[in-house]
């Protein structure tokens, strides 16, 4: 087919925009959270998705403007702003606080040479009243079903679609057919939204919850052996180029196998989700940096960065004096606890995080053939 055969509809080509618009925003977005995981290991994906989904949407909504800025038909991208709009109140349920937002209509505004027109105030007004109760159905409207859910996302859009188109329909004498069809194109379009968003939230979802999966112990919810291999390699690239040390901790349960040999596996189960809780919580106290791991059955690791051997040795102490004699009680029984400790620095001859593991796991062998109850640091 050439060139010259192509009848197609504006409404077939802004759908077809849209969802491209949408597509390359998940599919950016999710490149970007890897890119960050890959280099910085922790970071909020919360914030990534509120900055990121706010600068996309606001260069998508002003590269359009731009194209017909000071125009007789300066309002045919609006049904495209509205539904960047959705998607970001609703979809995304951007946490940005609105003090944030007025200036950002009032830069707006100026950019699209609307400062004198009544209606164009009435018109933005309407807009952050959109956004705000978006955001509010997202997050504050108890609905108990998926239907009640859909009604009110709706009726919310149709409504405020109806004040919005009509400021239009003022500012630019437009006429009743014009103002019903880009209403009726409005709401099609936030169907078509509404559809598309939930399939890829869904997959989104289904993704999140494969790799928490993959990368956390399912019984004491910390990240298992598969997380430690990808942040132990971070970590030691890291250390080398930037020059700063890193510290590894490995510690164990002692007679774990005694417990469950005595009190059965339930104990054993509840003993190590008892322990991850209380590492967990010296470890926040200290440094959120601090990462937890469970290696083995009864066997963990932590990883100290930018901590040298001292510094992480009193963390563990912290630990130490927690768990050590700490009572678990069991079906009427009062398990008392013990640990073991082994921590190492990493050294200029580990030059592998196998060799750096095996040394920690030296010094943790030490403290257990003494006596257990100790921490070997060496």
Known sequence: MTWSHWEISPFITSVFFILGVLTLFWVSQNWLITFLHTHYQRVNESIINDWYGLVYMLVFVFGMQALIVGQPDAWIFMNFQLIALTFCGYFLNIRIANYYLYPLVLVFMIFNRSLGYWQSW???????????????????????????????????????????????WLKFNLSWGTYWQEWGYL?????????????????????QNLVSFANHDALTKTENFAA???????????????????????????????????YGHLAGDQILQH???VAETVFEA??????????????????FPSYDL?????????????VNHLVVPFNGHQIQLSISVGIAQLQPEDTTPTEFYRRVDDNL??????????IVAK
């Not at 109760?133 to 079903?145: A, C, D, E, I, S």
């Not at 001292?310 to 927690?322: D, G, I, M």
């Open 122 to 168: 009435g018109h933005a007004l309407a807009l952050l009243l959109f956004f705000t109760t978006l955001r509010t159905l997202r997050k504050r409207v108890p609905l108990q079903t998926k239907v009640g859910q859909v009604t009110l996302y709706f009726v919310t859009c149709a409504c405020f679609g109806l004040i919005l188109w009509w400021f239009m």
């Open 365 to 374: 062998y030490a403290a257990k053939k003494h006596g257990r109850m100790q």
């Open 187 to 207: 709401m099609i379009f936030e169907v078509l939204l509404y559809i598309y968003a939930s399939m890829l939230s869904a997959n989104a979802q289904l993704k």
């Open 275 to 277: 322990v991850t809780q």
């Open 228 to 262: 430690y291999t990808t942040a132990i390699n971070y970590h030691l690239t890291a250390s080398r180029q930037n020059g700063v040390p890193l510290t590894m901790m490995m510690f164990d349960i002692d007679h774990f196998k005694r417990v469950n040999d005595t």
């Open 310 to 322: 001292t510094e992480a040795r009193l963390v563990a102490e912290q630990l130490f004096a927690a």
């Open 286 to 303: 200290n440094n959120p940096n601090i990462a937890l791991y469970r290696t083995g059955g009864e066997e963990f690791n932590v990883l």
